[in-house]
């Protein structure tokens, strides 16, 4: 039973879709309310919220901004499906097995060969059932690797196309990346070859390296006489420009004499009125 965990590893652990055999027997009532289905899906207003870009696009299924992130997000779904499919085999095991010892009482009572051949297919059903739940946990397992490897491939500056045959190497449990390790070295090693090869046949013309002048100390610029002297140019002389003019500032207007006069009689006329007010008063 153990050999069938690794099932799933040999052959594309990536890119292989097909479904688990006798996978869709073991659907049940209930079980995308019961998260046995697939993973709880993302709420919008909290990816609204921390990714602002996809308020004014509303989705039912929000994705990660990042290219990485949205392929380990897909890689966490294809596990958390492979781990509910083996929750839900263990679940019918379990149901299978408690009827399965219901007919064993049954047969202690009244030993039937109709008992005894329904308690002979119950126990292949539950074989059956169990190899499943080992393949998708299997699954599971596999695709970790798989998200385990893209992390590290994240490092190189590979090609997409490069990147899945390496994450579709087989699964060893020896490293990570295992049999890819060796695929790679091998591509490595074809493709020295095929340079020195290419080399053999085709040699590259030697380009003569670019003649380095000897840059100059500042004292030896500074001995060196000059090859050109730059004319002074002669100052021009300013131009007298016409002297500003100053106007002679007149003398201030003398007061006429009438007015003079009456100035100086009105404070006596006021005098005057004041005093005859203070004797009418007495």
């Known amino acids: 039973m153990l050999d069938e965990v690794s099932v799933s590893w040999r052959d594309r652990p990536f ?21 046995l289905l ?13 990714q602002p870009r996809l308020a004014s696009t509303p989705s039912r299924n929000p994705m990660l901004p990042a290219k990485a992130d949205r392929f380990q997000s897909a890689m966490t779904e294809r596990a958390y499906k492979a ?55 299997g699954k599971a397992l596999g695709m970790m690797v798989v998200q385990e490897r893209a992390r590290w491939l994240n490092l190189a500056d590979l090609p997409d196309r490069e990147k899945e045959d390496v994450l579709d190497m087989p699964i060893v449990p020896e490293g990570i990346f295992g049999s890819a390790l060796a695929s790679m070295q091998l591509r490595c090693e074809s ?76 404070p006596t006329q006021v005098f005057s009125h004041q005093a005859r007010k203070k004797k009418r008063a007495a």
């Not at 697939?38 to 921390?50: I, S």
Request: charge should be positive.
């Open 15 to 35: 890119s292989n879709k097909a479904p688990i055999q006798g996978a869709s027997s073991l659907d049940c009532d209930g079980m995308e309310r019961l998260g």
């Open 38 to 50: 697939r993973m709880p899906p993302m709420e919008p207003l909290v990816a609204a919220h921390l």
């Open 83 to 137: 781990a509910a499919l083996s929750a839900r085999a263990l679940n019918v095991s379990s149901l299978l097995t408690a009827y399965q010892a219901e007919l064993c009482e049954d047969m202690s009572s009244r030993p039937e060969p109709a008992v005894w051949d329904e308690i002979a297919a119950i126990t292949d059903i539950c074989l059956r059932v169990q190899r499943c739940a080992v393949q998708a946990m």
């Open 191 to 266: 493709k020295r070859k095929g340079d020195e090869a290419l080399q053999l046949c085709l040699p590259r013309r030697v380009q003569p390296p670019p003649s380095m002048v000897p840059r100059q100390a500042f004292t030896h610029a500074v001995s060196r006489p000059a090859r050109f002297k730059i004319p002074k140019q002669q100052r021009s002389q300013p131009v007298p420009g016409p002297q500003p003019r100053h106007e002679a500032r007149g003398s201030w207007p003398r007061k006429s004499p009438v007015l003079a006069a009456a100035a100086q009689a009105q």
